[in-house]
């Protein structure tokens, strides 16, 4: 190689980490400050020393005259103490260090996004195969609900009816644009297959029977007294109630007083006069008074105005045995409840106390029909109190799922009938429906209702008779009902056109009818425990029933939250919380403070407690 060729070698220096900045402001003195004509392009050596000792060993590199560049300026390599091997290496290994890190976190990033990618794809799959198994089991259900459909038209009594025929009515009442719109479609489908595996099994012990002993413990005994009556009258007392079936237990009077202008005399008291649960000491300061001077007085708008409690022992027990005891149904009402009863039996009916009071003279016809049915099995049926009416549903502020048609009619209904309401909810923030029905608000649907009667453990061949009338929604609305208890009838489907012609005109008569039927009941369950009719027709077999009768008394917040997880919820399990629930309200508690005798008669002016 010719010595006048002279090559430059570049040599790129790392880019100091501010520790090692600050290591280099810590040097001794004995470094020599960097010259300002200092590059890092170094001529080639002139030096005779030959050329493969200038690419010797790292040992040489910094090392005062050994160093085979010339010193144009002090540098990092300059120090003494990067001058040994170890030092060279743990600078390199540095600099390699820093320029592979980017790289580093590259790949890790890119191992992330692809385990996320393979964690995606297998949460995808899952949610496939799961949506992919509920359609399966659906298939399935519905398949073994169509094969089982010959066998059950035998064991449930009925022709050209099966489980899958009844869950395609309930579909196409889905479909409808009406108000009835059928809820709890896959429940219904499943309570229609129980029915079916339920026919060749027995019926719960305890279905139509009062479980609790200490509720035959409670009988009768209002009509008991300890003192005479008195001689003479002080006159008559003429009530005119708040609507209902009270109206029908009430008395003519005699001859000589029906000529009389009550108003005009000054025998007639209105409900302002007499506040609401009084004390005695009203009546007799205000009543008592108008009753001697004319020998009647005429209470309009009587409802609830006598305290409850407390009061005197034998004012109490005589309340129970007017209610009891005293007040009757006229005659008409009477003939056609028993009527209605027999019916209900078959003409095979067994007598029962309640009858007498309920029936009358009628009472003795029905036992002669018994006896020529001796032989023969007694059939029993259940009764059920549906609260359903349009007025129920619009005031309970609810939703039935009818989408909007349902509301748009409820809605014009509440501005008719309850303006107060409506103005209420215009002007003030009200509960929403899924809160009221949360808190068991809501009245229960028909849907609901056969959904509770199922999970009871009625046979789809018991004998139903159904009280109310005018179920909000129609036939549409009965279908899961209908379809599921075939025998269910009511005073209309019973009757002949001119046995109910003379009732159709007064509904508190035709009330009056149901009560009967209800009362003299094997089993009566209602849906709506707030209900005036409900709770005096439980009241009455409570008095007369001997622990033998037994009410259903549903709690209605406990199975709004069973019935939220319908699309959910086991069969089994649906079958066990509904039973626990009414289990728990069938207590025989004495009759609290305050409360009703006529709901609660168990209490010692009115029933007596045998141990």
Known sequence: MASGITPLELHLHPLPTPQEEIQEEELSPSSSAPSAGASSFLPRSHSTTPRHQLHGSPRSFGSGDSSPFPLLGSSRFSHPHLGSESSWRSLVLRWWSQMKEPREKQRLWLNRRKGWQRRRARGVAAWIAVVGFFFLMNWRMFSRLQESSDVSEDLLGFSNSSSSRIVNNWSNNDNAKKPGKVMFTRLLAVAAHALAEREKRPEPPDLWKETLISSSLWTPCANQR????????????????????????????????????????????????????????????????????????????????????????????????????????????????????????????????????????????????????????????????????????????????????????????????????????????????????????????????????????????????????????????MAALTSLYPHLVTKESLLSSSEISPFLNFSSQLAALDFIVCAAADAFAMTDSGSQFSSLVSGYRMYYGGGKLPTIRPNKRRLANIFLKNNTIEWKTFEQRVRKTVRQTKQVDERPVARSVYRHPRTPACMCRTE
């Not at 009389?260 to 609401?276: F, Y």
């Not at 209900?344 to 009916?349: A, L, P, V, Y």
């Open 226 to 477: 300890n003192w005479r009556t008195s001689e003479g009258s002080n006159g008559y007392l003429l009530i005119s109630a708040n609507g209902g079936i009270n109206q029908q237990r009430v008395a003519e009077l005699p001859m000589e007083l029906q000529s009389l202008d009550l108003e005009a005399i000054g025998s007639v008291v209105t409900d302002a006069e007499v506040m609401k649960e009084a004390k005695p000491s009203i009546y007799l300061k205000k009543i008592l008074p108008i009753l001697l001077k004319n020998s009647v007085v005429h209470i309009i708008g009587f409802g609830n105005r006598l305290a409850f409690d407390p009061i005197p022992f034998e004012l109490q027990r005589l309340r129970c045995r007017c209610n009891f005891h005293a007040l009757q149904f006229v005659q008409k009402i009477q003939e056609t409840g028993a009527l209605l009863v027999q019916r209900m039996r078959n003409h095979r009916s067994h007598w029962k106390p309640i009858e007498q009071n309920l029936f009358g003279q009628f009472a003795a016809k029905t036992s002669i029909n018994e006896k020529k049915s001796s032989s023969k099995t007694a059939s029993r049926y259940l009764a059920v109190h549906l609260r359903f009416e349009i007025d129920m549903a619009a005031y309970s502020m609810c939703y039935f799922g009818g989408g909007k048609d349902e509301e748009e009619e409820l809605e014009a209904y509440r501005a008719i009938h309850f303006p107060a309401l409506t103005l209420i909810r215009n002007t003030t923030k009200v509960p929403s429906a899924a809160f009221l029905r949360s808190e068991g608000q809501c009245p229960l649907t028909p849907e609901e209702s056969v959904l509770m009667l199922v999970a009871l453990g009625f046979k789809r061949k018991t004998r139903v008779y159904l009280a109310g009338a005018n179920i909000y929604g129609g036939k549409s609305r």
